[in-house]
């Protein structure tokens, strides 16, 4: 599946995909769980840290782990 592909299925364009995927824009949790049902894959396997078996992390885990990433949370603190 190419970026497109990815982007097309949810609502984005590729350059937007390839944004996120270089790490260069925040991405919101919403956007990470539609980007994993376009790929068919549980959100886990996109989340550092957290084993791919376990259950579906809470949005609080999400906020953590995406703080954590990218040095910010999406409330700015």
């Known amino acids: 599946m190419t970026q497109g592909d990815v982007a097309a299925r949810c609502g984005l364009t590729f350059q937007q995909i390839q944004k996120y995927e270089a790490g260069l824009i925040a991405m919101p949790i919403a956007r990470l769980i539609a980007i994993a049902d376009a790929l068919q894959a549980p959100v886990g396997d996109f989340i550092h840290g957290l084993p791919a ?10 906020e953590r782990e995406a703080a954590n990433w990218h040095g910010v949370t999406s409330h700015g603190r």
């Open 53 to 62: 078996s376990a259950a579906a992390p809470t949005p609080a885990q999400m």
